[in-house]
């Protein structure tokens, strides 16, 4: 049966946080068939060899690796606008879902994600973001302070166990604020329409998501938030 909806993300040299963030992914709690399409970016890591296992265990994965034909200095270079726009062109599904793989969803993301597209027609779904031990992306904490915070809690079971970690809200917590955070979907054509993300967009993901989400506003979506969260994991840059 052909997926209803994609799940897309692009994934560079963060094979422990990709690896927590699939695993919720691959297992939703819904009747709806979805795909999860996952773009590297070049890692140069573990993340190629433990895909290349992750996508015989859950056939809804699908890895792909995003040649260049431009080369780039991945230390200083962020090229989501591209490889998002990627995913989308792969997608099989009329329903596209853009995410960040270093964050861990609840297992009713699909749901929230989809049906509100049976109900609006022009709906721009967006799920707002938690962090873990943080109120924002920008705070950059210990790795082994993170991994054995997560795993005080019984998230592979029951992600919402995660609700428990998580920092006060801060300004980069609610989707509304059009930012990075943001777990967004909307349908293939209108994404199309709107030309996708610029992809002159390169440094910052954030202005890449703010500049999308004014045209989608522009084009008359009407944006709807998901009952649910996805829970980010700080992290220093791979790429600095």
């Not at 938030?225 to 220093?236: K, R």
Request: charge should be positive; hydrophobic fraction near 35%.
């Amino acid at each position: 049966m052909n997926p209803l909806i994609s799940i897309i993300g692009t994934t560079y040299n963060q094979v422990k946080l990709l690896e927590r963030g699939l695993s919720i992914w691959a297992t939703q709690n819904t009747i709806i068939p979805y795909e999860v399409i996952v773009i590297d970016d070049e890692s140069i890591d573990e993340t190629s060899r433990f895909m290349q296992q992750f996508k015989k265990k859950y056939s809804c994965v699908r890895y792909i690796i995003a040649h260049r034909k431009i080369p780039c200095n991945h230390k200083t270079l962020y090229v989501c606008s591209s490889t998002n726009n990627l995913g989308v062109k792969l997608a099989k599904s009329n329903i596209i879902a853009i995410t960040w793989f270093d964050r861990i969803p609840l297992r009713n993301a699909i749901n929230e994600l989809y049906y509100p597209h049976l109900v609006e027609s022009k709906a721009f779904v967006s799920i707002t973001a938690r962090h873990i031990a943080s109120s924002s992306s920008m705070e950059v904490i210990e790795e082994q302070k993170i991994n054995k915070l997560i795993e005080s809690v019984d998230w592979k079971n029951n992600p919402e166990e995660l609700y428990k970690i998580v920092g006060p809200i801060g300004r980069h917590c609610l989707s509304a604020y059009q930012n990075e955070s943001a777990c967004f979907s909307v349908k293939k054509e209108y994404y199309a329409t709107i030309g996708g993300y610029d992809e002159r967009y390169k440094m910052l993901p954030s202005y890449c998501n703010i500049e999308l989400f004014a045209r989608f506003k522009k084009y008359g979506l009407k944006f709807i938030f998901g009952n649910c969260a996805n829970f980010h994991q700080p992290h220093d840059s791979p790429r600095s």
